[in-house]
């Protein structure tokens, strides 16, 4: 779960007064699962993110439900101190990590929610076309800590938004026309997906991102031989040979064969975690 997720969580449960414990890595040395500033929730019935998996969040989440199981004023108690553990992982809990983490059990209360920090976006990804491509893709950050413009002129083509249904607030849809003027609005050293319906379309958009440069990935759907196509265009078109370079087609890491949607989907989010390598 991501921390723009997790977060989302943390307020309905907050809202809705479900009793709930906040643990949070506030130190670590050496080698950990996860670092300081991750959170993880705890009621009597759920758990929601994680601090790293393995011996230590198994005995974090007993510690937290046996606070829950004291009761209100335990919890009270704890909202005014709370209870710190310190592991060290290799000695105390047998894990191979071999550092050390201090974690922090807390209720969660608005104050405590108003200070967890705010995670740093891996990137901002404008993503033209909602097509099944698309919609794999989307699937895949949900869960990641990232901002997405989700464009496509046809509205009907997303998804249908379901009642009571999570909907990741990093990721925005946009309905408009014409989806190339989106490309101005995107903010320097944006990475770009352009996997819409229509070649010409796909021109168009690819196009505005290589005339404005200031890109920090280029990704186009497609085979070689669109991409020669292309290519043979935009060089007709005046567009220099420095950033017809930058521009990535076919799209995904190699070594992943397949074309199913949810295939491409999983190597077109490896590339871009990987920096828009591969």
Request: net charge negative; proline share 6%.
């Amino acid at each position: 779960m991501s921390h723009a997720a997790l977060l989302s969580t943390a307020r309905q449960w907050l809202a809705s007064g479900v009793p709930c414990v906040d643990v949070s890595v506030v130190a670590h040395r050496g080698s950990v699962p996860r670092e300081s500033g991750t959170h993880m929730l705890v009621s009597a019935g759920e758990v929601a993110g994680t601090i790293g998996g393995g011996h230590l969040e198994l005995k974090a989440i007993q510690a937290a439900q046996e606070l829950l199981a004291a009761g209100s004023q335990r919890l009270a108690a704890l909202a005014h101190a709370p209870l710190d553990l310190h592991f060290p992982l290799g000695p105390a809990l047998g894990q191979c990590c071999g550092g050390s983490v201090t974690l922090r059990l807390q209720p969660l209360t608005a104050d405590a929610l108003a200070a967890w920090s705010t995670a740093t976006p891996r990137f901002h990804l404008q993503l033209y076309g909602a097509g099944h491509v698309g919609r794999a893709i989307v699937a895949l950050l949900a869960g990641i800590d990232c901002r997405v413009q989700w464009i496509d002129e046809r509205e009907a083509e997303f998804p249908p938004l379901r009642p009571g249904a999570f909907e990741p607030a990093h990721i925005e849809r946009v309905c408009v026309e014409p989806v190339e003027a989106e490309v101005a609005v995107a903010p320097p050293l944006s990475h770009y997906l352009v996997l819409t319906h229509s070649h010409d379309l796909d021109l168009r958009i690819t196009e505005a991102i290589l005339r404005r440069g200031d890109f920090a990935f280029c990704g186009l759907i497609g085979s070689q031989t669109k991409r020669g196509r292309f290519m043979h265009r935009f060089e007709q078109r005046g567009i220099g040979a420095d950033t017809l370079a930058r521009l990535t087609c076919p799209i995904g890491v190699p070594g992943i064969a397949g074309k199913e949607p949810e295939v491409i989907a999983i190597a077109v989010v490896a590339q871009l975690l990987a920096g828009g390598t591969g």
